[in-house]
């Protein structure tokens, strides 16, 4: 049952660093370089989806929902391969 609990634990350790990257680069591709690098989820998010749904309309809404899960997942199953290579 513990080694269950720490597979949970590290894929959301790996699903919130996941996040927090996202946001980050999201924040810095869309930003002038004068501008410096800050952590606003909300407006990252938005840029993220109306460059999207600009470029596709509802299909970019489905297609960028489905990437950012997809990111989501990877970011998890990234933290559970640490897991299971610090615990060895």
Same mark, same amino acid.
């Given at each position: 049952?513990?080694?269950?609990?720490?597979?949970?634990?590290?894929? /959301?350790? $790996?699903? &919130?660093?996941?996040?927090?990257?996202? +946001? #980050?680069? @999201?924040? %810095?591709?869309?930003?002038?370089?004068? !501008?410096?690098?800050?952590?606003?989820?909300?407006?990252?998010?938005?840029?993220?989806?109306?460059?999207?749904?600009? /470029?596709? $309309?509802? &299909?970019?809404?489905?297609?960028?929902? +489905? #990437?950012? @899960?997809? %990111?989501?997942?990877?970011?998890?199953? !990234?933290?559970?391969?640490?897991?299971?290579?610090?615990?060895?």
């Amino acid at each position: 049952m513990s080694s269950r609990r720490n597979k949970n634990v590290f894929g /959301s350790v $790996g699903i &919130i660093f996941g996040s927090i990257l996202l +946001l #980050l680069i @999201i924040d %810095y591709s869309s930003k002038p370089d004068n !501008l410096p690098l800050s952590l606003k989820p909300i407006e990252s998010i938005q840029t993220y989806f109306f460059s999207f749904a600009f /470029s596709s $309309g509802t &299909i970019g809404w489905i297609l960028g929902g +489905l #990437l950012l @899960i997809g %990111y989501l997942v990877l970011c998890y199953f !990234l933290g559970v391969w640490v897991q299971k290579v610090f615990s060895n």
